[in-house]
């Protein structure tokens, strides 16, 4: 490829409305244009880059035996009233009518369509094991779409679906996918970690993500540093506390006029923060739900919407607490308790003694509260609560500490969950009618992109991985139009390697050297050969990967050798 | 690849619901399952099929010089309102609304997104020529889909769009897509033409629509034995007829009690069908007309629709004949006219003398009708019929036949149209900014899949060529399961042949026979070879080509040499 008939648009300012790294290198390099929000046009810059992850993805899930196939972006109403995802799925699913006034969706997922393929296509036990993929377009209403195809409402996604008459085979498929999905991302060369996740609204038992670790990453993983354990911290089980201590303190208010959180009133008082405890106000199916956790940690969402009645619970309004406790928020406590109101405490707040909570008196908290004295023990103790680095890990060896990063991949053993909604059964060996086990394995090829610059950029641009690279190697010649031996030389050099395998880019625009090497810089490219005048006299070219601080002067042997390994 | 590990599903009864042959072998080789009307499943099958023809028409679109992109599916509405088409496009536009009340489109074409990606991408004249192309999944909600995918709702289509500064280099590039297109057609094997056509809902001044021979086809074509006249009928123009003569007979009225059509007229009357006038009552912009073509001729709904106040023509109600001409439908004729009927008479029909037409009196029609003498001219002489086989040439260089294709490719001179309407402009060489004019050439890629089967298929199945089969070759197993000898034979032919480029399947499923020789013939893989003990024995294997009569018995050496070529 020659630059000069490539379209390349690269720009120098950083987008103001590009929050996060990868957003806005992708802006600069011209991999990407919003057309909308949430919709992205990938410009043949970007389209490169994606279509490489495409490919990789595509031959590891083939190596794995999965089979590809192409399912309708378009979806009827029918098939998602079957499993109840039409009203539960919630506003992310994008609902159509067409001329006809029947009803359907952009597919989100593909759960509904290859189970009505399954009941169809599968008739007998002879055909399962099998795993049908597909890479396909997909479509989310994200409320807010932001950080650009990191989270786009129109995505590019390998969703796979496997079908299996026992657990043991589904066991064995879910392994296979779970060590290809390491291939996959080895082989795109990204830094990352198979975690323990929830399953949320696609449902199963056992699921796992892969994240890119990034500092940026939207996700926090937890991990031991004593044994493999690694969960999304939306899963991680808080180690139990303790027995709780005797009371030791007498209960007293302390005035606290202007200190609304637990910071501020640890300061005021002098004492630790793990000795107050923070009261936050839900409103769930039964009513009005006081959820204690410690000053020091902060409450987990996942872990509380699997409590009972709480699948969809909300904050409680500012006329809602009032109503309830008398009080404004940063004065709330669960002293008083009262028969409509349900008192949650994290297992840490039920194993505190000589606690801090508010008074629910506008101005004052309460110090010295104890459970059993001062008031009753919680309605309900559980792990509602993130864990922390420094906790112990919930495997019982080593300590946890905290990473982030970038969700790429989830796989999921769903079990029967639609396969029976959707009546969709095969014939066992004893010819009996039985609803087979499914598996379900995701990798978001379009957040890929996004999440390799995230974990890999610098000052002046996009440090890919070989394998993502738009071009392995960029050859720029200096002067091409004063000097036809060194254009030629560079055609030649640009020929020959990519007649070697190594994917290659002629930089024959015709740019002065800083303006070329910026560019080159800033899309990524991950090996740079110079064509000068200078270099041919001397029999040389000027090598320099992304990565190093220096160019070196190598000769044609050389430099083969250096981009072959 | 080993059929025991991938999805075979053929089905041996005719689909009810399938009417052409295409759709009848895609359901029963298991290349497609429907969804939901107009939207399909592509099976593994499916999808290898539909993947060669996309890897062939991306190779030669790179070849060509184009620059493959990736634009959104879903557009937003503003886009469409500044070309005007977001009312204009009609019912086939599917208009969608997010959760924020946005409106949106899912996209059937990309005109108005790559003219917004042009505008922001291209500033100057150097950028250009340039030619941005995609394959990428549309949708067009057809009142009626059918033919399974041959007219689906969601399909796969290549589009690209080219940026000129002036029309030498529109030309250049149209000629080098026209060219391209050919390539493709030849390279995927078909028998196809390149007809002039009209350029619809695209607009645009030149265009020629790619037609795949097939007698199913729903386009008829109009070509000249004389010369490389090629037309879609849509646009042929009807040969001028010579002048009118002289009126010989008087004018009579004739009793046609049930005789509602120019056929059962001619034949009461005993007179040729060219002698009778066929009236065809419409409603324009400007109320009622009668459109006047010769019996043994039909209107042409594009050219009457270029004619002014008739872009929107619907036919009449049989109220508003009633109210207009007293009569019913069957009977109508251009006598007694009325200041409120526009009359529009073909060319053909101008020319005419003692001519038959409707008397607008039920039961009856009237004879030796003469232009002038018994009625006024008509208010518009235009040609509006379809040419027929047997009329001269319109270059005026042979007789014009009749031939039916499928449309698979269409090519359009686009001029500034989208370009001026939303504002895209780049600077000339003087620096002035110039409003680029614009190509746009579409492939339909799913739909090639179905008109390549309607050119090849026997009443075994399907007759792929070579280009787009699944696989070239498909080595049958007999008995793998009795002879370990033969499996391993059959295994190691396998892998030699894909080794040697030939993309080859092993039929390992253990099958009978004749079960397996009816799957392969009916999915259409153009080679078989049948390894067998008895083979094996005399150093041989069974050869068939799918479109031959009889099996060879060939050597490795033979084998090898025969699927090389």
């Known amino acids: 490829m020659r630059l000069s008939q490539f379209h390349l648009r690269t720009v120098k300012e950083t987008p103001a409305d590009a929050e996060v790294v990868s957003h806005q290198l992708m802006l600069r390099a011209g991999m990407i244009r919003k057309l909308a929000a949430g919709l992205y046009t990938w410009s043949p810059l970007g389209l490169r880059v994606l ?318 509260v104890n459970w059993g004295r001062d008031l009753p023990e919680a309605d309900i103790v559980a792990d509602v609560r993130n864990v922390v680095a420094g906790d112990p890990s919930p495997d019982g060896k080593g300590t946890l500490g905290i990473a982030r990063g970038i969700e790429v991949g989830h796989v999921f053993q769903l079990g029967r969950k639609y396969a029976e909604a959707m009546q969709c059964t095969v014939l066992d060996m004893a010819g009996k009618a039985v609803v087979p086990l499914m598996g379900c394995y995701g990798i978001g090829v379009s957040r890929i992109v996004a999440a390799a610059i995230e974990q890999n950029n610098d000052a002046n641009g996009i440090l890919w991985p070989e394998a993502m690279a738009p071009w392995q190697v960029a050859v720029c010649v200096i002067n091409p139009k004063n000097d036809a031996n060194v254009a030629a030389a560079a055609e030649t050099l640009h020929r020959e390697l990519n007649a070697a395998g190594i994917d290659t880019v002629l930089d024959d625009r015709g740019l002065r050297p800083g303006q070329m090497f910026a560019d080159i810089e800033l899309i990524g490219v991950p090996h740079r050969v110079v064509v000068s005048e200078r270099g041919l006299a001397a029999g040389t070219f000027e090598y320099r990967a992304r990565t190093a601080a220096d160019a070196e002067q190598l000769d044609r042997e050389a430099l083969f050798a250096r981009l072959r390994t």
Chains 1, 2 share one sequence.
């Open 51 to 368: 279509r490489k992850v495409e490919g990789i993805v595509r031959e590891e899930m083939n190596r794995a035996g999965a089979i590809e196939l192409l399912m309708p972006s378009i979806q009827p109403r029918e098939l998602w009233e079957e499993t109840g995802r039409w009203e539960k799925f919630g506003g992310q699913l994008l609902k159509i009518r067409d001329r006809k006034e029947a009803e359907y969706c952009y597919g989100p997922t593909h759960e509904e369509v290859i189970t009505d393929f399954a009941r169809n296509e599968l008739s007998s036990y002879k055909q399962l094991p099998v795993n049908f993929y597909q890479i396909q377009t997909k479509f989310r209403d994200e409320i807010r779409p932001r950080f650009g195809v990191m989270r786009a409402r129109e995505f590019l996604m390998k969703d796979a679906y496997s079908f299996h008459v026992d657990e043991a085979s589904l066991a064995d498929e879910y392994r296979n996918m779970y060590d290809t999905y390491g291939r996959i991302f080895t082989r795109l060369g990204l830094k990352f970690r198979a975690v323990s996740a929830d399953s949320g609204a696609i449902g199963g038992s056992v699921s796992h993500e892969f994240q890119v670790l990034a500092e940026s990453g939207e996700d926090a993983i937890a991990f031991s540093d004593g044994s493999d354990y690694t969960a999304n911290i939306e899963l991680a089980e808080a180690f139990p506390p303790g027995p709780r201590q005797e009371a030791a303190e007498a209960l007293r208010k302390v005035e606290t006029p202007t200190q609304k959180t637990c910071e501020d009133v640890a300061a005021l008082m002098g004492i630790a923060l793990d000795r107050t405890v923070k009261s936050v106000a839900v409103m769930g199916d039964d009513g009005f739900v006081l959820v204690l956790v410690r000053g020091d940690h902060v409450v987990n969402e996942v872990k509380l919407r699997k409590l009972a009645g709480l699948a969809d619970y909300r904050l409680a309004t500012e006329a809602e607490i009032t109503t309830h406790l008398g009080a404004d928020p940063g004065f709330l406590g669960p002293l008083q308790p009262r028969a409509d109101i349900t008192v949650i405490a994290d297992r840490s707040v039920a194993a505190m003694h000589d606690f801090v909570v508010g008074a629910n008196e506008n101005g004052y908290h309460v110090a010295g």
